[in-house]
């Protein structure tokens, strides 16, 4: 199913690639947190309905929760899309960022397993690879000093 999910991935950022936008246009709030290259080698796309997997599989074992979440934005890979409305919301650009850095560091398939199997485990608030996004994101709302994501990702993940 994991696979599943990743050619389902693979064909939606295909399908908008014309649409995304490079996160190197917010260098300038960004570039101390997350480096030029994290946000030169990742994008956006802002949509009017977030696209979601719905697998029939999906229902009933466990990610309910998933599949019924009205996200204002999602992480697929180096990509995340945001509901036309909040694209101007850094916060939420910066947690995006956070899921973009989780990927790559636990692997396309790595990431989708555990993230479902932290959903099902824990319920979204409390899923820790959400916990550490919004935690992060917080952090930078709150203005807090600048520390490289980066790091801070691959050390507590
Ligand atoms: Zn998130």
Redesign the pocket.
Known sequence: MIDKIEQWIDRTLKEYDHLKVSCAVLLPEFQAFFGAEVLENSYFVVVDSIPKPDFDELTGAGYDEFLNMK?A???YKNTYFIQRGFENRFALHF??L??VLQWQLLGAFGFIQRYLDEIAEYGYDKAP??VM??ELDSYFSAGLPVKSIPDYVSKHL
Do not use: F, Q, S
């Open positions: 996200p934005g999602i992480t947690h995006e956070v899921h690879l959400e996004a919004y």
